[in-house]
Structures are given as structure tokens and as C-alpha cells.
């Protein structure tokens, strides 16, 4: 067989073969905006295409970088001669089962060396994405549909318990009607896609497609609401928008179409609204700690960074240390009165006297996954937290030579069904025309908490091992305390999880209190807390000064949890009176 290099070059165009086919297909403009992020298709890689139009060979190249030690553990080295031949049928089984000829597993790139490159790869590679032939779209494809359904049955039944119901509106947009709120157009005017044909004519009217849904729900809250009686109006719905930005698209995180949901409410009450802004911002707070397993920060948005036409912006923020970049995670909008004004939403209050409503939007997307997949993933692929997984634990069938082959597997079934009926996610991998060295690094790759392996010893002993993805620790259980270990494995993996993405963000962040050492620690990828005098003028001329080929620094948010500003503190960017700290950085 052949091993290391040519195996190597076949892993690491994968990331460009699904796109690379279609040339035709992606405008030069995707080409130049995905240079960054995406491997070019090497001359080699060129050739193999073509001879790929051949029939393959006869030799086996199921040969891959798995796990072999653990499988050796089972059989005298059963793994690594495996790797270097077909398996063989058991006796009496017939017709020979054909061997998959295709390598294609392990990843070309190294997360801490290329990290654009290693996450184009690895969201393909793990089966999280299809690239599609519109530049800026992707192909959902089950693995990553999975994790958005786990947290969508989260948020739902939380939502549902405030007395919040869901609904559905249009996806198209009048003219007339988007541009109503002069701010908040301006905000997206860039980014809103419209629909100018039908057939082969074209519209009177452009129709937009929504960016956001406040100005397609708005007129309506103004039918419905009439009266105090009315209040709270409280809806939140699951859909996708678009928005026809074209800035360095990268999946989940930048993209022109995504999915979300997003909720409007209406309240009497400036206070009512105020409360509800932080009780969904701590539900995002758990989607992203609880669930994700990714550390966040709680804070208020900047004026110049706030939502559009809105009152004031609550966010919870991410942090990648590999680019040194933060990333807004969900946002909780109170919109004030500015809507309302807008759109005429008026009440008539207990006093019987004309009122404006208090509006709240807020939001949370597709981009959650993305953001789980930096934090967590490796060189071996996706990382999983158990509590989004759509698989928590793979059984994988060990046999050799002789051995009850049959018996393995009905093991692997029990084991399945046993574990299913705890609640726990489940399945076996009992393909015969993979090797389980293969399969270790094809589930490996999927990013699957805990891996189960049951061999000939096993069946003896009346166990199985279990294999940790996250840090390959390896522990065997007896069959009769399965799912309480099981179960134990899988909370300790998610809360490891967490603390060494915690560990890894906390060493990242710079206090700083001067221009010189904000401008050492941006350099250093930190995500920096300074003292600022809160003006935007100031944020501006941070931003201009900072601008070079990484992008510029902005501000992230002013955590709620402010640390002690000792009286006379200055601004660090101009030596104003200092007002709170606020986190600062490049983000994406």
C-alpha cells in the first residue's frame, strides 16, 4: 500500500474537492473573498482527479492514522495489520465482501498552524457542511442539523415557560414598509437582497427579502394591540434570513443565508421589557456555557455597535484564541419606544390615556455551531460536547481472526439498545467492509464524545472499553455498571470541556490601562479590558488607528460584572476620565 506522503496529499485537498469540480459554478468574487480560508487545489491534487476517473486499483487503501493501540489492546496488533490489508470474510460466510477503497480520512491541516484552512476542512470533513454553487451558501447537512435541533428543543421550552408563542411571517418585505425606520435601514441597506423578476418580467415594485423581521412584524403589532389587555404581546419564530454581505465568507459564521430565531415582544412597561432583555440573555448565556460548552461574557453593546434603531444592545461574547478574535454569540435588543414610534403601536393604558409600547428584539443563529467548532476541534477533527451531540457514544465491533464475530456483534446491539433505553445517544458501526481502525478515525474525525469498543477479551470478560474523544483516556466498564458510568463519563466530558476552553480564553484576556499596552496586547492576540471614557468618537478614532491587514479593533461590550475603577482612572485612548472597562478586540 502506499503510506505517509501520498496519503497525506489525499487528505488535504478535501477541503476543495467538493467545490473544485464545479468551476463554473463560484464566481471569481468567492475565489478571491474565501483566499483566506480555503486550500487552493494543488497540481497533484489535479492529476488524482483525473485518474480518479479510472477504475481504482485492486490495492487496499483502507490504511489510515487511527487509534491502533486501542485496538491492538483486543488482538495482538490486530489494528495495525488491518490497516495494511482487506478484511478477511468469516469462514462460511460466502460471497467476499468488497473492502472500501477510498482513504480520505485524518486532516491535511493543523489547527495552531493554518487555522483558516483547518476549519474549512474540518466542518467538511466532519460532515458539518456541503459547499453549495451560490457563493456565500452551505449545505446543513444531519450531523450539524442535529446540534441546532438539541438547542432549539432548549430555548422553545424555556421560551414557552415566559409565556412567549411562536409564529410565522412572510419572508418577503415591501419596499415601503422596510424603509419606515430611516436608522435601521440604513444598518442593513448594504446587506438587504431583493427580488426585482418574475418569469421574464420584471416587477413593478422590488420586493426585499428580510434581513431581520421588525419591519415585516411591526405594522401588525399595531393591528393587534389596542388596549393594556393586549400587553404583553410576546412572539418569537424559527426561519432563516438573508443578508447579501460578501466580506471573507467562512461557514456558520459569515454567510449570506442563515437560520435563527428571533423575538419581538411589546410590554406597558419600560421595566418589563428591561427584565425580559436580561432574562433571554441568560438563556443564551446557557446555550452557550451549559450546552456548547463555550465560555461567554455578558455585557452591553457600545452606541456605535448597538443594534440599529434600537435602545441599547446586551450581548454574550465568544473568544477563538487561535485568531485572537472575539465573536458576538446571541444579542438581546431593547428597541425602546424608537418602533413603536414608527410603526404607530399604541395602547390605551389603565388611566385610559394613549401610551407607546416598550419593544424588545433578540436573536440567536446557526452561528453557535460555528463557534463551538473552533473552540473544541483538533487535529483529529470535530470535538462534541455530549449535551449537542447528535451521536454521544459509538460501539465499534473488534473482531479477528477466529473470533465469535457474531457474538461481537450481537454485544454491540445489546449494548446500543441498553444505552438507548437510558436515554443516552447511541449507535454501532457494524459496517464489515471497514476495518475498526478506520472506523476509530472516522468517528474521530465526527467529533463523537465517548467511543465504545467490545473485542473477543471483552466478550469474555463481560465488558467493554470506553474511549474519551476529547482527551483519548481509555477505562473499561463492566456490562452491569454501564450506564451509570457511562452517563459519568459523558457529564465529565462536558464539563472538561468547558474548563479548558475557560482555562484557554482566561489566558488570553490583557488588562491594560495605556495606548502602548493595548496596542502590545492586541498584538498578541489578546482580547483586551481597558478603561474607556465611553464616547464614540473615541471608538472611532480606536478603530482608524488599529486598521491594518488583521482589521481593526472595536469594542466587544462593557461586562455586566465590572471590575473596581478606582477613582481619577483615565480613558486608555484619550486620557478622558474613565467611565467603566470594557473588553476590546479584532472579531469576526
Known amino acids: ?295 461567554v461574557i455578558k455585557g452591553k453593546k457600545s452606541e456605535l455597535e448597538k443594534f440599529a434603531g434600537g435602545l441599547y444592545t446586551t450581548s454574550v461574547e465568544a473568544f477563538v484564541p487561535n485568531t485572537g478574535r472575539g465573536i458576538q454569540g446571541a444579542t438581546s435588543h431593547s428597541l425602546g419606544q424608537n418602533f413603536a414610534k414608527m410603526f404607530e403601536i399604541f395602547f390605551e393604558n389603565e388611566k385610559r390615556e394613549k401610551a407607546m409600547v416598550w419593544q424588545n428584539s433578540w436573536a440567536y443563529t446557526t452561528r453557535t455551531i460555528g463557534v463551538m467548532v473552533m473552540v473544541h476541534g483538533d487535529d483529529k477533527g470535530l470535538v462534541l460536547p455530549p449535551k449537542v451531540a447528535s451521536v454521544q457514544v459509538i460501539i465499534i465491533p473488534v473482531p479477528y481472526k477466529d473470533a465469535d464475530t457474531q457474538g461481537i456483534f450481537d454485544a454491540c446491539t445489546a449494548t446500543v439498545n441498553t444505552l438507548c433505553e437510558a436515554g443516552i445517544r447511541a449507535e454501532t458501526d457494524l459496517r464489515d467492509n471497514y476495518s475498526p481502525g478506520w472506523k476509530y478515525s472516522h468517528w474521530e474525525m465526527k467529533g463523537v464524545p465517548l467511543r465504545i469498543e467490545i473485542g473477543p477479551k471483552d466478550l469474555a470478560n463481560n465488558q467493554v472499553r470506553a474511549v474519551r474523544r476529547d482527551n483519548s483516556a481509555k477505562k473499561d466498564i463492566p456490562r452491569a455498571d454501564l450506564v451509570e458510568q457511562v452517563k459519568e463519563m459523558l457529564a465529565n466530558i462536558q464539563q472538561s470541556l468547558f474548563d479548558a476552553a475557560k482555562q484557554k480564553r482566561d489566558a488570553c484576556i490583557q488588562v491594560v490601562k495605556t495606548w502602548d499596552e493595548f496596542m502590545e496586547a492586541l498584538g498578541q492576540k489578546k482580547m483586551v479590558l481597558a478603561p474607556w471614557c465611553d464616547e464614540e468618537e473615541v471608538e472611532k478614532e480606536v478603530k482608524a488607528r488599529t486598521k491594518g491587514e488583521m482589521g481593526a479593533c472595536k469594542t466587544l461590550c462593557s461586562p455586566f460584572e465590572q471590575p473596581e475603577l478606582p477613582e481619577g482612572t483615565k480613558c486608555f485612548a484619550s486620557g478622558k476620565p474613565a467611565k467603566s472597562w470594557s473588553y476590546w478586540g479584532r472579531s469576526y
Open 1 to 295: 500500500m502506499r503510506t505517509g506522503s501520498a496519503c497525506t496529499q489525499r487528505a488535504s485537498d478535501r477541503a476543495v474537492r467538493r467545490i473544485w469540480f464545479q468551476p463554473n459554478a463560484i464566481g471569481s468574487d468567492q475565489v478571491s473573498a474565501c483566499a483566506g480560508f480555503l486550500p487552493l487545489a494543488s497540481a497533484a491534487f489535479r492529476r488524482r482527479r483525473r485518474s480518479a476517473l479510472s477504475p481504482p486499483s485492486s490495492r487496499d487503501l483502507t490504511g489510515l492514522s487511527a487509534e491502533a493501540e486501542s485496538a491492538e489492546n483486543q488482538g495482538g496488533g490486530m489494528a495495525s495489520k488491518e490497516a495494511k490489508k482487506p478484511n478477511k470474510p468469516n469462514a462460511g460466510a460466502g460471497k467476499k465482501k468488497e473492502v472500501k477503497k477510498e482513504t480520505g480520512l485524518g486532516l491535511s491541516n493543523k489547527k495552531d498552524e493554518n487555522f483558516g484552512e483547518w476549519y474549512s476542512e474540518v466542518v467538511v470533513s466532519g460532515e458539518m457542511i456541503e459547499y453549495y454553487d451560490i457563493s456565500g451558501c452551505y449545505i446543513l447537512r444531519p450531523w450539524a442539523m442535529a446540534t441546532w435541533d438539541i438547542m432549539q428543543v432548549f430555548f422553545d421550552t424555556e421560551i414557552k415557560k415566559m409565556k412567549i408563542k411562536n409564529c410565522y411571517f412572510p419572508l418577503f418585505v415591501s419596499a415601503g414598509v422596510l424603509q419606515r425606520e430611516k436608522d435601521h435601514i440604513e444598518g442593513f441597506a448594504p446587506e438587504v437582497a431583493w427580488v426585482t423578476k418574475s418569469g421574464e418580467s420584471d416587477l413593478e415594485v422590488p420586493i426585499a427579502i428580510r434581513p431581520t423581521s421588525e419591519t415585516v412584524m411591526y405594522p401588525y403589532f399595531s393591528k393587534w394591540i389596542r388596549g393594556h389587555r393586549d400587553l404583553p404581546l410576546r412572539l418569537n419564530q424559527w426561519c432563516n434570513v438573508v443578508r447579501w454581505e460578501f466580506s471573507n465568507p467562512t461557514p456558520f459564521i459569515r454567510s449570506r443565508e442563515f437560520l435563527w430565531q428571533e423575538g419581538h415582544t411589546a410590554f406597558a412597561t419600560k421595566e418589563e421589557a428591561d427584565a425580559e432583555v436580561l432574562e433571554i440573555l441568560e438563556l443564551y448565556r446557557r446555550i452557550y456555557e451549559e450546552y456548547l460548552a463555550v465560555p
